[in-house]
């Protein structure tokens, strides 16, 4: 009892309770998580979870959070010791993207469908915004350099992100064709490239 009450006191739990959920979610989807039953796997008392979380939704709400914060510190690490040419840096950005979405299926599809919830947090808002503003700054600067063609944040970005995010999709959820197994990331990559070059 002793190291219950230390470990909650340290004021780790929150972080516990976020990581035994996602290994949930991972393994048996949004359904059938439980503040009760993660309270009991990590040895807490079954009310311990409502001083971080008021319900299960709080819970989803914070862990699609913390995943876009994660994929934002993954999209800027593939950034580093690059050039500024945005074919590079472009095709780095898109393979830390898919390779998140590969490692963290079941969470990456929480994170989208909460992020339009009418019930969505202000945190978790602000991390979606802020991670978008990484592809939009890329863009930003490609378009002042002369290698993405001029036009609106939205004409030019809504095309990438959603042929991007479908492939992610696609790989991640197991619905790929074969066919595109070996070089389909890298044909997306350069199909993108060509749509947003100059005219």
Known sequence: MHSRTR???HG?????LLARAEQTLRERGPADL???ELARDLGVSHAAPSRHFKDKQALLDALAQTGFERLRDVLEASQDGLGE???ERFDAMVRAYVGFALENAALLELMY???HAPEASEGLLVATQRWSELLERLIEEGQRRGEVRKGSLERVGGPVFAVL???ADLAAT????????ETGLDDVIAFVLRGCAPD
């Open 34 to 36: 439980s503040l009760r």
């Open 113 to 115: 469908s909460l992020k």
């Open 7 to 9: 470990r909650y006191h």
């Open 85 to 87: 040419s945005f074919a």
């Open 174 to 181: 197991g619905h790929l064709p074969p066919e595109m197994a």
């Open 12 to 16: 780790d739990l929150r972080a516990a």
């Open 165 to 167: 995010h479908g492939y």
